[in-house]
């Protein structure tokens, strides 16, 4: 009798540790999560500053300037719900500008033009690792969350379920060859 006492007590406190050690980790992945997203809406925002800021600097012809400020402006006052379609509006309008070469080389030959190309592809190719590293996080999470153990103890708590940001972020080939 006192055996299987010592035996169950054993056990619970193993699956006890077992849970608690889960729910630690999914709770890492959640924190994950956060510090993800806000790296990514950091470089979402430095993607948009640039443009913007390139837009109205009077480098460009007045056509691309337009498009350009017009997507950059929209992709920064965008709400949460409308964001992913925002920031792929203003991939789709850096490919339009930026799609040849020559549109790069006249604004790194303009005065000052050197320097925003350079935080322009910088910032164009960070948003692609900044949104792979969130997704994986989120990818992760949702995967840890599907097992039976955490839905049955509800080891989730109130954490809403991890969404990945889901845009296209694929660079202008002229901005994503250049070197930092």
Not at 130 to 153: E, I, Q
Request: negative net charge; proline residues 5%.
């Amino acid at each position: 009798m006192t055996e299987t006492l010592i035996w169950t007590v054993v056990v619970l406190i193993a699956i006890g540790l077992y849970l608690s050690w889960t729910a630690g980790r999914l709770d890492r992945l959640h924190a994950r999560i956060d510090a993800a997203r806000a790296a990514l809406d950091a470089q979402l925002l430095r993607r948009a500053s640039v443009a913007q800021e390139l837009a109205t600097s009077g480098i460009l012809d007045p056509a691309a300037s337009i498009v350009l400020y017009e997507a950059a402006h929209a992709a920064r006052q965008a709400e949460e719900d409308h964001r992913e379609v925002a920031e792929s509006e203003l991939s789709q309008a850096l490919r339009a500008v930026f799609g040849e070469p020559e549109q790069v080389e006249a604004v790194r030959e303009a005065p000052g033009g050197e320097e925003a190309a350079g935080e322009l592809a910088a910032a164009v190719r960070r948003v692609p690792m900044a949104r792979r590293f969130h997704n994986d996080a989120v990818r992760a999470a949702r995967a840890l969350r599907r097992h039976r153990t955490v839905r049955w103890f509800r080891l989730a708590g109130h954490a809403p379920f991890p969404l990945a940001f889901e845009m296209d972020d694929e660079p202008p080939v002229a901005l994503a060859d250049r070197p930092a």
